[in-house]
């Protein structure tokens, strides 16, 4: 069956529902679209970071868990709760930080979100600046709000980067293990 869903930047896409993908082995695929990210709007620096100048933004070029090495990402990315995100970039900051910086934060969803690449997927993002970002979602410092109380229950929206969507589902479920993370500071 195909559905049809509109994108952030309001371009109709099909997507086949109701069948099991896996993604063993991926290939970045790009359409012939005008790049949201363009590399050109990026200052690359040697320590393993780059800065969106627009924004004036400094991202971590690797997911935490990966280090960034000969201008590429090795290791496996870590997975984290919210909860353990949050203590994780407070132990990070405390001890040396990254790059000279002890400022290190999650982003929120508006600024993770402005890093998804429209014109690609597998993954959403322009691999040329943030190589090795896994096909999965990456948490926010964005709180959800418990749909009951709305209070700020204990999970944070998140951005997937296999296709740039904001997923509404949470991670209350006894099977989540947990989201990757790229940090921001300004």
């Known amino acids: 069956m195909q559905k049809k869903i509109m994108n952030k930047k309001g371009l109709v ?3 086949c529902v109701g069948f099991s993908v896996s993604y063993p082995a991926y290939s970045q695929d790009c359409k012939d679209l005008v790049s949201s990210t363009p590399t050109t709007d990026f200052t690359v620096h040697a320590e393993g970071t780059v800065t969106h100048n627009p924004t004036g933004l400094m ?5 935490e868990g990966q280090t960034y090495e000969n201008n590429s990402c090795v290791n496996d990315a870590s ?14 900051n405390a001890n040396t930080g990254f790059a000279g910086y002890t400022d290190w934060r ?13 014109a690609c997927y597998q993954p959403a993002i322009n ?3 943030f190589p090795s970002t896994v096909l999965a979602r990456y948490l926010t ?6 749909p009951l109380t709305n209070l ?6 998140s951005v997937n980067f296999i296709d740039g969507s904001i997923p509404n589902s ?14 921001v500071r300004h």
């Not at 997975?79 to 990070?92: G, S």
């Not at 999650?106 to 429209?118: D, F, M, R, S, T």
Request: proline letters at 6%.
């Open 59 to 63: 991202w971590k070029i690797c997911s």
């Open 152 to 157: 700020v229950s204990d999970s944070a929206w």
């Open 79 to 92: 997975v984290f709760t919210w909860p353990q995100a949050l203590t994780h970039v407070d132990e990070l």
């Open 127 to 129: 691999e040329s600046l």
């Open 106 to 118: 999650l982003p929120n969803i508006k600024e993770l979100n402005a890093l998804v690449e429209v």
């Open 13 to 15: 896409l099909g997507l």
């Open 170 to 183: 949470g991670d209350l479920s006894p099977a989540y293990q947990g989201d990757y993370l790229r940090l």
């Open 141 to 146: 410092s964005s709180p959800k709000m418990h």
